[in-house]
């Protein structure tokens, strides 16, 4: 069973920037893609971005060029940058992590973005 517990999350203005992490624990051995999705009030889940095999990285294209995403194994922790926030980006934003087909997910953080 894996554990992830994000945090961050919280208020922003359009423009500006936010952090949210992601720390694992567990058993996280064989892990291969840790991820973010988001949830916009009153819409489906939607991708995020993903870290493949710790390096290869994805990307929606709504946060292409604003967000990054990136791991830090010696803290079993998955970040995930934003820039640039704009109002659409307001949502519950959940970190996921996948071995093979079982995916884990957190709690979800909320992320506020105000126009």
């Known amino acids: 069973q894996v554990q992830l517990v994000e945090s961050g999350g919280g208020l922003v203005q359009a423009g500006g920037s936010l952090s949210v992490s992601c720390a694992a624990s567990?058993?996280?051995?064989?892990?291969?893609?840790w991820g973010w999705y988001r949830q916009p009030p009153g819409k489906q889940r939607e991708f995020v971005a993903a870290?493949?095999?710790?390096?290869?990285?994805n990307y929606a294209d709504s946060v292409k060029g604003r967000f990054t995403i990136s791991r830090d194994n010696a803290k079993n922790t998955v970040y995930l940058q934003m820039n640039s926030l704009k109002a659409l980006d307001t949502a519950v934003y959940y970190c996921?992590?996948?071995?093979?087909?079982?995916?884990?997910w957190g709690q979800g953080t909320q992320v506020t973005v105000s126009s």
């Open positions: 996921y992590a996948r071995k093979g087909t079982i995916v884990n």
């Open positions: 567990g058993n996280i051995l064989g892990i291969n893609t």
């Open positions: 870290i493949i095999s710790g390096s290869n990285t």
